[in-house]
């Protein structure tokens, strides 16, 4: 009888993630962080010293959906934090990568996500509503990260992700740092949010 392929990865706190089918109680704020402090947007693709990670996108789309709902509930700021937790075992797809993947992709996307929720206090799918809001700040993150690091004109930009308004992100400078710096503020983020949920 053939043996199974490996399907789980050990993490840095001694966790062993089972990717096809993931539990809350293996699922670690620091691992989280660390990995995505790692992990570069754009496929590396971008200027400076340092990679653009999705910790740091992480930080910048929880900014940004702050601003956008300054009524929300920490729990909805800390679901946009972790809006791409689970690329810290999966990696940042681009989306035609993600296409050709196809639906299988999606999946283990989900079953991650609804783990890292259910780890954290949160429903294991958000509402639609709030769903709608994060992948707003995600797409102005987009921009953003596509016109200041990434070589896109704002015109250009604009096709793809749509043109946000100044006043939201007229004093928002994306500073590409050493991945531990970003790690310790996202960890740090993510711990003031959960003081608030309580």
């Not at 706190?13 to 670690?28: A, Y």
């Not at 947007?41 to 956008?68: C, I, K, P």
């Not at 989306?95 to 206090?121: E, M, Q």
Request: charged content about 25%; some cysteine.
């Amino acid at each position: 009888m053939a043996q199974q392929p490996r399907a789980w990865q050990r993490m840095l706190s001694g966790r062993r993630l089972d990717l096809l089918d993931p539990t809350p109680v293996d699922i670690e704020i620091e691992d989280i962080a660390h990995g995505l402090a790692f992990v570069a947007r754009w496929n590396g693709q971008t200027h400076g010293d340092y990679a653009y990670s999705v910790a740091e996108h992480s930080l910048l789309v929880e900014t940004l959906f702050a601003r956008m709902n300054p009524k929300a509930p920490a729990k909805w700021c800390l679901a946009a934090l972790l809006h791409d937790a689970p690329e810290y075992v999966i990696g940042d797809m681009i989306s035609p990568v993600k296409a050709a993947v196809g639906p299988g992709y999606g999946a283990l996307d989900d079953r991650l996500t609804a783990a890292i929720h259910l780890r954290f206090g949160l429903p294991a799918v958000i509402p639609a509503s709030v769903k709608k809001q994060i992948k707003k700040a995600d797409k102005i993150s987009a921009w953003m990260e596509a016109t200041q690091i990434a070589g896109f004109s704002p015109d250009e930009s604009s096709k793809f992700f749509g043109r946000p308004e100044a006043g939201l992100i007229s004093d928002l400078q994306i500073v590409l740092r050493p991945p531990v710096e970003t790690r310790n503020a996202f960890t740090a983020r993510h711990d003031r949010l959960l003081e608030q949920m309580t």
